[in-house]
């Protein structure tokens, strides 16, 4: 039977949710890890469209991480049901997808594209100094205008990014402020997950599923975004879920 391949962008917190997602259930995969921009080659090689993450299966492909989700979900080996909760956990799920996660992609990129030198040193941890790495670095100025022109990468997007984190980490506030220890029902699943991986690049886990530089090497202004959105109740809780069903 062939082994799931799951393509990715590296440092991508979709592909994290996927990765993670796969990880907890205990389903083996092997990951074809690639470089923004560069991860458009990879893609179509493997079967997908344009975006990541992509899960290659025997019989199919699947092209987004809900639907990865939910092929989990339904999977007889399964060890974990992220829908267990039912509609409220699809729901959040969707809604992270929607409103987080375009956000807190824009604003890590606002301030971590300004360092070249920190995202090649990245770039050798997430793929290795081979010919990806070489190109990606030769190219970078080009890969830097496509990403910041394609995403909106400027100060009024990622004003207006800040803006929407904020009340989606609000929204999570409030349904904490019950008591609760997960977001939809008695159990970690999709809701939990889906918010914690995609707050993960303002709130820097330590278990992130890729390799991200230490905080004291990020840019200034990136260390002080992170910082405040640690300190608040949604940052815990996405801090503590990786900490309890990540590491």
């Excluded at 062939?2 to 917190?13: F, G, K």
């Excluded at 899960?55 to 979900?73: F, G, P």
Aim: proline share 6%; glycine share 8%.
């Amino acid at each position: 039977m062939q082994i799931p391949t799951l393509v990715t962008i590296a440092p991508s917190h979709y592909c994290e949710k996927a990765r993670w997602a796969l990880q907890r259930a205990g389903l083996p995969f092997t990951e074809s890890a690639w470089l923004p921009l560069i991860h458009v080659y990879g893609v179509k090689r493997d079967g997908g469209r344009r975006s990541t993450p992509v899960l290659v299966l025997e019989d199919r492909t699947l092209y987004d991480s809900s639907d990865i989700m939910a092929w989990i979900d339904a999977h007889p080996d399964s060890r974990w049901r992220p829908y267990a909760a039912g509609d409220d956990a699809r729901r959040l799920e969707e809604d992270f997808d929607e409103r987080l996660g375009p956000h807190t992609r824009r604003l890590a990129y606002f301030h971590l594209l300004a360092d070249k030198d920190g995202v090649l040193e990245a770039a050798n941890h997430w793929v290795g100094p081979g010919r990806q790495r070489r190109v990606f670095g030769a190219l970078f100025g080009p890969i830097r205008w496509a990403m910041r022109r394609s995403m909106k990468i400027d100060a009024a997007g990622a004003e207006r990014s800040r803006a929407k984190i904020d009340a989606v980490f609000a929204d999570v506030e409030a349904l904490l402020a019950d008591g609760r220890r997960y977001l939809a029902g008695d159990a970690f699943g999709a809701a939990d997950l889906t918010f914690a991986a995609l707050a993960a690049p303002m709130v820097k886990p330590d278990a992130y599923g890729a390799w991200l530089p230490p905080m004291e090497r990020a840019p200034a202004g990136y260390q002080e975004e992170a910082a405040r959105y640690r300190e608040t109740v949604a940052g815990r809780f996405a801090l503590r879920l990786y900490d309890e069903a990540r590491a």
